[in-house]
T-cell receptor
Framework: KAGVTQTPRYLIKTRGQQVTLSCSPI?????VSWYQQTPGQGLQFLFE?????QRNKGNFPGRFSGRQFSNSRSEMNVSTLELGDSALYLC?????WGGGAQYFGPGTRLLVL | DQQVKQNSPSLSVQEGRISILNCDYT??????FLWYKKYPAEGPTFLIS?????DKNEDGRFTVFLNKSAKHLSLHIVPSQPGDSAVYFC????????????FGPGTSLSVIP
């Protein structure tokens, strides 16, 4: 069974631009969560989607948004990029939402200049 | 407010000895706990979990202990192998409330041959 895939793997943007990251979950998994990882901060929860509905949301500004499609694939968008948005963005999928083991993709490394 | 804490940023252990990674939490609503391992340039990998109704869970060389009264859990790896060298994240949530998963900042384990 194929794992979680994320595209692109690397991205360089400039301040003020917007970016869209994509995540394809493991086949059969209906929950997708997004995390931001920065040095020393661990994994900060962004949001979780299940059956195309956002079920949980972290403490990030409204510039961070996401959506999930009917095939469970998910995208997250960051508008008006700031230097502090430079991070590794990780997507994780699971069978159900609200906890339990999650299976992570390799992440998208975003650098904002 | 860091709800999941891993107070040791790093740990070094000799090959063959026991590795003990510690985690403390503050939210008494947490009822499900997980450990993940992360290698550089990869996403975290689920290792082992424990529900609050248990105080111990084993899976091969990995054992997780939960002390609810102290709000403390630990991951024991016996025997430690060089391939165990990675960053270990503790995570927790209120699974009965379908709440978001909160990760700790991670502990970097080095197993010395």
């Amino acid at each position: 069974k194929a794992g979680v895939t994320q595209t692109p793997r690397y991205l360089i943007k400039t301040r003020g631009q917007q970016v869209t990251l994509s995540c394809s979950p493991i086949s059969g998994h209906r929950s997708v969560s997004w995390y931001q990882q920065t040095p020393g901060q661990g994994l900060q929860f962004l949001f979780e989607y299940f059956s195309e509905t956002q079920r949980n949301k972290g403490n990030f500004p409204g510039r961070f948004s996401g959506r999930q499609f009917s095939n469970s694939r998910s995208e997250m968008n960051v508008s008006t990029l700031e230097l502090g948005d430079s991070a590794l963005y990780l997507c994780a999928s699971s069978l159900e939402w609200g906890g339990g083991a999650q299976y992570f993709g390799p992440g998208t490394r975003l650098l904002v200049l | 407010d860091q709800q999941v804490k891993q107070n040791s940023p790093s740990l070094s252990v000799q090959e063959g000895r026991i590795s003990i990674l510690n985690c403390d939490y503050t939210n008494s609503m947490f009822d499900y706990f997980l450990w993940y391992k992360k290698y550089p340039a990869e996403g975290p990998t689920f290792l082992i979990s424990i529900s609050s109704i248990k105080d111990k869970n084993e899976d091969g060389r990995f054992t997780v202990f939960l002390n609810k009264s102290a709000k403390h859990l630990s991951l024991h790896i016996v025997p430690s192998q060089p391939g165990d060298s990675a960053v270990y994240f503790c995570a927790a949530n209120s699974k009965t409330s379908y709440d978001k998963v909160i990760f700790g900042p991670g502990t970097s384990l080095s197993v010395i041959p």
